[in-house]
């Protein structure tokens, strides 16, 4: 037997005074302001707005931030000291209700459409407004922290949450300042999460009642109506994904990364479900980082100081480091616990699949502890295809590795989504498309540039189906991707023979150590070979379908790069 959601009884939009929320339109004033905790005594809230707070808390630390959030009934924590929290409503990010505010610094450079919305300076104004005054009379929690382990490219991050919990998060994830520069540090950006905060949808400029908006004028992100954590990190991932390509020519990518003890980095791009996690975490090569990175010249670099991992269906024995990381001062999100008892159902998905864990990145054993390193000897493209059509691992030209940035191709299978009952194509933009706010060729002629000025080898890797597609065939084996891995870096797939794929013009090896040869051309584990040309067409076709869209400005060597379907379907 099953718990609920953990902690359902402090669901954040239906148990406001157990949570020390207030409705919107209840704030009052308080006569004092307390300070708790470590803080530029320069730094006054006022200034941006924020006015009679009751307590502020600035920079706690972990210890601190979990006895706050147990003490107003917020958490609890598991039998492996984790802080176990519940974020109401929203359980993943509301790529809707994301905003882009419009103004003479972004109308031109922003890549309207799609994931950026456009909003005015004028309705931004409004709700910043209507959020700093909702803080009144609140409790806050203010962090101060920093984005890009590379200090050149350093972003200082003023984060100010009304949860102690949500400020934990921005303690985990974003890199730590040495206790002596609290006492002088700036911020470059400035983050407000209310979640208590809910608008009134067109009444006030948005689709619903929440919303998260980024001002690169202004320089601030506001997030209202929604205590999911992912809006506070990728906030900032886009903006980095803006500022970093457009003002400093640094890549930036939405990868994991690693490197051998000889300097060899290893990037390993990836949607959720593709293994981007758990093919990075090798015990040979130390982490450098599990989602958020730059490029620039010779230097990967990561953003952040923790990782977000997935926790459903986690075991110690898939999972080790992300196993042994939830301990104290990790958050665990939206999971459940076995019936009377603290300990965590790793299995648990009645409120949602995407139950997560928060925690530092030293939490990794073999974690960089300064998370930069060289330039990446080999690139991973890693995919989830349930159509059983794409090899195990194959090798990409210049062409076609821009060509599958930009689609940034896997799969959805039952079970994965709601409504989702056959596999389904999903492309995501240079495998990060919603936090992509320029052009996307912009990030794939960076990615050109330096593959056409260096010896860097670009893999695609298949971790999804083979035999046939699902319900067919089976999952690709995790002990042979490994191995496939462990080829490619060591160089050993550089000296075997190779040969093209009929219609994706990738380059297959026909042998590979510790591999069946047998599985290296996926036709071969077809037993009807008819069907698995049919089905290799038909994605070939959702490619190209799905490329029209880049088509006007991409390079002559990506449009080259398409699969050529051999027959119509």
Same mark, same amino acid.
């Given at each position: 037997m099953q718990c609920g959601c953990v902690c359902a009884s402090f669901h954040f939009f239906s148990a406001q005074k157990l949570l020390g929320l207030r409705p919107q339109n209840s704030a009052t004033k308080t006569g004092g302001m307390n300070i708790v905790g470590f803080k530029n005594p320069k730094a006054n809230l006022e200034t941006i707005g924020i006015k009679n707070t009751k307590t502020q808390y600035w920079n706690l630390n972990a210890e601190e931030l979990i006895e706050e959030t147990i003490k107003r009934g917020q958490g609890v924590l598991s039998d492996t000291g984790a802080l176990a929290i519940d974020t109401g409503e929203f359980t993943g990010r509301s790529p809707k209700d994301k905003f882009i505010?419009?103004?003479?610094g972004t109308k031109d450079s922003v890549d309207w459409g799609g994931f950026n919305n456009p909003i005015s300076a004028e309705t931004f104004d409004k709700l910043y407004n209507k959020l700093t005054a909702y803080l009144q009379g609140n409790d806050i929690f203010v962090r101060d922290c920093y984005a890009c382990a590379d200090d050149t490219y350093r972003l200082n991050v003023r984060v100010i949450t009304e949860a102690p919990w949500a400020n934990l998060f921005a303690y985990n994830m974003f890199l730590r300042p040495e206790k002596s520069e609290l006492s002088t540090i700036e911020p470059d950006w400035l983050v407000l999460q209310a979640p208590g905060l809910l608008c009134l949808g067109a009444e006030d400029g948005?689709?619903?009642?929440?919303? #998260?908006?980024?001002?690169?004028?202004?320089?601030?992100?506001?997030?209202?109506?929604?205590? &999911?954590?992912?809006?506070i990190k990728k906030g900032i991932f886009t903006v980095l994904n803006y500022v970093l390509p457009h003002e400093k020519k640094v890549l930036a990518m939405h990868c994991s990364a690693n490197v051998s003890k000889d300097g060899d980095v290893a990037l390993f791009f990836g949607l959720s479900g593709t293994g981007k996690t758990t093919l990075s975490a090798d015990p040979n090569r130390p982490l450098i980082g599990d989602d958020e990175h730059g490029w620039i010249g010779n230097s990967v670099f990561n953003f952040e100081g923790g990782c977000y991992a997935k926790t459903i269906d986690l075991s110690a024995e898939k999972e080790p480091d992300i196993y042994k990381a939830i301990r104290h001062g990790a958050i665990l999100e939206n999971i459940g616990f076995y019936e009377g008892t603290r300990t965590v159902d790793f299995a648990y998905k009645n409120k949602t699949e995407n139950t997560r864990v928060s925690y530092p990145i030293h939490y990794i054993e073999n974690a960089l502890k300064k998370s930069v390193g060289g330039g990446p000897k080999n690139i991973f493209f890693l995919t989830y295809d349930a159509f059983g059509v794409l090899p195990p691992i194959s090798r990409l030209n210049v062409g076609q590795a821009m060509y599958f940035f930009l689609s940034g191709f896997t799969s959805k299978v039952a079970g994965t989504e709601a409504g989702?009952?056959?596999?389904?194509?999903? +492309?995501?933009?240079? +495998?990060?498309?919603?936090?992509?706010?320029?052009?996307?060729?912009?990030?794939? #002629?960076?990615?050109?540039?330096?593959?056409?000025?260096?010896?860097?080898?670009v893999w695609l890797l298949n971790t999804g189906y083979t035999?046939?597609? &699902?319900?067919?065939?089976?999952?690709?084996?995790?002990?042979?991707?490994?191995?496939?891995?462990?080829?490619?870096?060591?160089?050993?797939?550089?000296?075997?023979? &190779?040969?093209?794929?009929?219609? +994706?013009?990738?380059?297959?090896?026909? #042998?590979?150590?510790?591999?069946?040869?047998?599985?290296?051309?996926?036709?071969?584990?077809?037993?009807?070979?008819?069907? &698995?040309?049919?089905?290799?067409?038909?994605?070939a076709l959702a490619f190209n379908k799905n490329f029209e869209k880049f088509a006007a400005k991409a390079e002559e060597e990506i449009l080259n790069a398409a699969p050529k379907a051999l027959h119509a379907v």
């Open positions: 505010v419009k103004d003479d948005i689709r619903q009642h929440n919303f #998260s908006i980024l001002n690169f004028t202004r320089k601030i992100a506001i997030i209202g109506g929604s205590a &999911y954590t992912g809006e989702v009952t056959e596999p389904q194509t999903t +492309f995501s933009t240079c +495998f990060g498309a919603p936090f992509l706010p320029l052009h996307p060729t912009t990030y794939a #002629s960076l990615l050109g540039e330096k593959l056409r000025n260096s010896d860097i080898r035999a046939g597609p &699902y319900g067919v065939g089976k999952r690709m084996s995790l002990p042979h991707t490994r191995a496939i891995i462990t080829e490619a870096l060591n160089g050993a797939l550089d000296k075997v023979e &190779y040969e093209t794929h009929p219609v +994706f013009g990738v380059s297959m090896p026909k #042998s590979c150590a510790n591999v069946p040869a047998s599985i290296l051309n996926p036709r071969n584990t077809w037993s009807d070979k008819a069907a &698995y040309d049919i089905k290799a067409n038909e994605l």
